[in-house]
């Protein structure tokens, strides 16, 4: 019978809902009763930290060292075999490793050496699953004729072509879970507090995240907030005798008028700030002006941890069994995606392109700086 070699890398910033999606890419190459269908047999072989474990090992010379991981061969991959992935749909992050190499990176464009390790590694697919960094490097590749394959994954959920990405739901639930606990505290102390999201150009989480546990206020990249409006709708909720009140603010999110809050200077090999701190300043604001007690809490990489909830779970397995139906078509140069309910693949070109955002006029409502209040009565926009 024929034999086909895939490889599967995860990259970017881990999350929940990455490990479902490798063991049911493999579950569904491996599949004995499909392989006789297909009269092919399918090998998986998993690339340890993104496209970085397919840039800094030369099959030939291997780094002394990298053998010590278990389980894991001198080449930084190792055979992915049913028995090795059977638990993994119930564990956070990613058995294989991430990372935020970009081996185009103009700096450094190391892509000759990518496309010179899979062709030694033997590798007929590369399965990527990522969010717009790496499915950029899969389209790049494509493009450059390796067979690729995308799986979407961002807690940010603003890859275009998807409506959904792994690990958001995860992610909502924590932060849900978070400001529950938040609750308690902010009651018995009468204070405001503001809850830092993640969320670079998006604001599903912070949205979604604060319309899931009710707070009263909600800020996102796509709508540059005005202080004086937040601190007069704290000391509106205050006249209507509210002990406490909880805001949720996107890493992204901006005062009008003002850039960005970054916790360190520089940027990654895909030119990202790393973003942080508007919480704190919106919490500083507060307190100044509206004179009312008001703490900040970032929840930063909590939002990418814990074990994968039900729904990533069961979105991993649709991609990862999804992504094999193209190998097994030969249709590459694809994303898998859901589309209304329905999963369905589109070109990584699309993948690639601008961010998916909230939109403001529709999914949002600039008055109250909060989710909308009206879904099915559309009220003409002001
Ligand atoms: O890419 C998703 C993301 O969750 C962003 O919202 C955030 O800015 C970034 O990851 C931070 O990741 P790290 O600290 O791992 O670089």
């Known amino acids: 019978m024929k034999k086909v070699r895939i490889g599967v890398l995860t990259g970017g910033g881990d999350c929940a809902g ?12 491996l599949d004995e009763r499909l392989q006789s269908e297909r009269g092919v ?4 072989v998993g690339i340890r930290d993104g496209w970085k474990g397919l840039v800094e090992v030369d099959p030939e010379s291997p780094a002394p060292g990298e053998s010590i991981i278990q389980g894991f061969d001198v080449f930084r991959s190792m055979l992915l075999t049913q028995e ?5 749909d119930r564990y956070g992050g990613t058995f294989l490793g ?9 700096k450094n464009d190391q892509s000759k050496t990518v496309l010179a390790n899979i062709e030694k590694l033997s590798l007929e697919a590369v399965i990527a699953i990522g969010g717009e ?5 899969a389209c790049k590749l494509a493009r450059d004729g390796v067979n690729t394959i995308g799986i979407p994954k961002t807690i940010d959920k603003d890859l275009p072509g998807t409506d959904y990405t792994l690990g958001f739901e995860t992610a909502l639930n924590v932060i849900t879970e978070e400001v529950d606990r938040l609750r308690t505290t902010a009651g018995s102390h009468k204070r405001i507090f503001v809850v830092e999201t993640m969320g670079r150009h998006a604001g599903w989480l912070a949205l979604e995240g604060g319309e899931s546990s009710g707070a009263y206020i909600i800020l996102i990249p796509e709508h540059d907030f005005s202080m004086d409006k937040v601190n007069d709708l704290v000391l509106e909720a205050k006249g209507r005798g509210s002990r406490y009140d909880i805001i949720v603010v996107a890493e992204g999110a901006k005062p009008a008028g003002g850039g960005e ?3 360190r200077d520089g940027v990654d090999g895909f030119g990202h700030k790393a973003l942080g701190g508007i919480a704190e300043y919106v919490a500083g604001e507060i307190q100044n002006a509206a004179k009312l007690d008001t703490r900040s809490i970032v929840l930063s990489h909590l939002q990418r941890g814990g074990a994968p909830c039900a729904y990533d779970r069961r979105m991993g397995r649709y991609f990862g069994i999804a992504a094999i139906d193209l190998v097994v078509k030969g249709d590459f140069g694809k994303m898998v995606s859901v589309r209304n309910g329905e999963i369905t693949a589109v070109p990584l070109e699309e993948a690639a392109g601008k961010p998916r955002l909230v939109d403001v006029h529709t999914e949002y409502d600039t008055d109250r700086y909060n989710g909308r209040r009206t879904i099915l009565n559309h009220i003409t926009e002001k």
Not at 41 to 44: D, I, L, M, N, T
Not at 133 to 137: E, H, I, P, S
């Open 84 to 88: 090795v992935v059977r638990t993994w």
């Open 18 to 29: 990455l490990n479902p999606a490798i063991k049911w890419v493999v579950k569904s190459a």
């Open 98 to 106: 991430t990372s935020r190499t970009n081996p185009y990176n103009p």
């Open 41 to 44: 047999q399918y090998e998986v």
């Open 133 to 137: 960094d790496t499915l950029g490097v």
């Open 261 to 263: 809050f970054v916790v």
